[in-house]
């Protein structure tokens, strides 16, 4: 196994999909980021650690122009994200926030929210893609237990096929039992072929389920590789 993964035999690396080139974001006269470079590669869970304020959160809403930088880009297979159609842009990278929001009474309406058109045999296959195999559609919404709603809000995400998908700490609102299964759940979808980004203060458990993590500290990368070797500087 080779430090990107690449398995004796296979000298394909994996595909580059996002390019971050000398990335910075000056807020309000406070830097946020500072000449972030690397590159996040496909079919791959990659994570975002360090400590708080360290920008990584704001580098994951950049992925999809939630946040856009003051200096330098960011390529989604080799193009800048900024002559990218905002709207469009999100349906190939979505993104899920700490705490699961609701945008409607049923498990049916939720997961068809943004794909009306999904037939009953479709909207099953997919809960149990995120581990609600069981759930009836008519439940409401308001029923669910958090870890279940982060799993439903999962599935809503997933509706529209995004070729990435961003999390935001999926797990840190969650009780430790919640918490594993969604963590389940993301490593299936990763073995599944989908990319994943995520962030996390939690190193050790981050390293459970990605494949690399970049590490930020001060709004600068300060190491990347192997989550299990990389250099975290907490606090």
Not at 110 to 123: C, G, L, Q, R, W
Not at 213 to 223: E, K, S
Request: contains cysteine.
């Amino acid at each position: 196994m080779t430090g990107d993964g690449v398995t004796a035999g296979d000298l394909t690396p994996p595909a580059e999909l996002f390019a971050l080139e000398q990335v910075s974001l000056v807020r309000d006269g406070r830097t946020i980021l500072d000449g972030v470079s690397d590159h996040i590669h496909e079919g791959r869970a990659t994570a975002l650690v360090g400590p708080s304020g360290s920008g990584k959160t704001t580098l994951l809403r950049m992925l999809n122009r939630l946040d856009e930088p003051t200096g330098g880009c960011i390529r989604f297979r080799g193009t800048d994200v900024r002559s990218l159609e905002v709207h469009e842009l999100r349906r190939r990278v979505g993104l899920l926030g700490q705490r699961p929001v609701m945008l409607t009474s049923s498990v049916r309406s939720e997961v068809t929210f943004a794909k009306p058109t999904m037939t009953s045999a479709a909207i099953e296959a997919l809960l149990l893609r995120v581990g609600l195999g069981d759930f009836p559609l008519d439940r409401s919404t308001a029923e669910l237990s958090g870890g279940e709603q982060q799993r439903l809000a999962l599935a809503r995400a997933l509706a529209v096929e995004p070729e990435v998908l961003l999390l935001d700490e999926p797990t840190s609102a969650l009780d430790p039992r919640a918490a594993e299964a969604v963590d389940v759940v993301v490593r299936s979808l990763v073995s599944g072929g989908l990319t994943v980004v995520l962030v996390s203060h939690d190193l050790s458990r981050a390293a459970t389920i990605t494949d690399d993590a970049l590490v930020l500290d001060q709004g600068r990368l300060v190491d990347r590789g192997d989550p299990r070797t990389v250099r975290y500087i907490s606090g």
